[in-house]
């Protein structure tokens, strides 16, 4: 649990918005919560990049110090986040998605979409049908059960949908775009469509990193990369690396995992690509000690006591 006692924090951001009933399927940020507390962070810390927190950390330095990051490049942040921190006088690193910029639709946005407007047991029928059709062989691997948890990740979620969740990250990639596509379908939603209206032009992260912000990968799938082959998390990194290079002018050193979490494998690949730091959505304080390839971060949900009422956005 966040105290405003720790020295050495990391707070992290998705979508920063007021809620709409077209994007029900997530969990924004709204913009005056957001501006409360970069207020809030500004007036109790130095805001600083990842790199300074950890150093800090490590040095047990006296004054306390606060990175913000921005997974996902979404155009929200650029819309409302963006002039927030420059009025502040604060910097954030913004970590981006590499496909996106392609056009693409992350599978885990596809669903934030999905969900505003089908329920979870809709989309579960729909999953079993497209298996049942197209993948029989497969019909019996992918239980999604209502009476209990599959994983103890995304406990703030009802057991259905964290199940549902769950098995699509992990479901080989053709099944994926298979039951998406007839999602998206059914429901008359176009991905290049969407990808425009969710996720920042390439215009856009170029011209918050003139102004002073930091850009970093976010990979290129939005994949995990946790149980892939070595292979795989290299090619995946690099896409990103060289989609990036052609954007931005530099790329942080701070690799953020998509759904916050990767292997040792993945750490050594990252290592070996150049990066220094990679940050998880393990929820606490920087610590002293803390693994390069593991560092913590809050959620802005967790500073709801201080600022406000949030629910977690991941």
């Known amino acids: 649990m966040f105290s405003p006692n720790e020295r050495y924090i990391i707070v992290n951001y998705h979508y920063v918005r007021d809620p709409d009933s077209s994007l029900s399927g997530i969990f924004p940020c709204p913009v005056d919560e957001f501006r409360r507390q970069i207020e809030f962070l500004s007036e109790r810390y130095k805001i600083v990049s990842v790199e300074e927190v950890v150093?800090?950390?490590e040095n047990e330095e006296k004054r306390s110090y606060c990175a913000l990051t921005f997974d996902d490049g979404l155009k929200d942040?650029?819309?409302n986040?963006?002039?927030?921190?420059k009025k502040y006088g604060a910097r954030g690193t913004f970590f981006i998605i590499g496909c996106v910029c392609e056009g693409a639709l992350p599978a885990a946005h596809a669903l934030h979409v999905l969900m505003s407007s089908e329920s979870v047991s809709s989309l579960?029928?729909?999953f079993q049908e497209v298996v049942a059709a197209e993948f029989p062989s497969q019909k019996d691997e992918y239980p999604i059960p209502s009476d209990h948890r599959l994983t103890s990740k995304r406990m703030h979620e009802d057991i259905l949908t964290a199940n549902f969740k769950e098995t699509l990250m992990q479901i080989p990639g053709d099944l994926q775009t298979a039951f998406l596509g007839t999602a998206l379908s059914r429901s008359q939603k176009e991905p290049k469509a969407l990808n425009q209206m969710l996720f920042m032009k390439k215009e856009e992260i170029r011209e918050i990193q003139k102004s002073g912000m930091a850009i970093g990968s976010h990979s290129y799938a939005h994949a995990p990369l946790y149980e892939k082959q070595e292979s795989e998390v290299r090619d995946d990194v690099e896409r990103a690396k060289e989609i990036l290079s052609g954007i931005c002018e530099e790329i942080s050193p701070v690799f953020s995992y998509p759904h916050g979490r990767a292997d040792e494998m993945a750490h050594k690949v990252l290592q070996e690509e150049g990066f220094r730091y990679a940050v998880t959505i393990e929820r606490r304080g920087v610590r002293k000690g803390d693994l390069p390839y593991l560092i913590p971060r809050?959620?802005?949900g967790d500073l709801q006591d201080f600022c406000g009422g949030l629910r977690s956005t991941v």
């Open 55 to 57: 150093s800090a950390a």
């Open 124 to 126: 579960v029928r729909t």
């Open 298 to 300: 809050y959620d802005a």
């Open 81 to 85: 986040a963006f002039p927030i921190l």
């Open 77 to 79: 942040q650029y819309d």
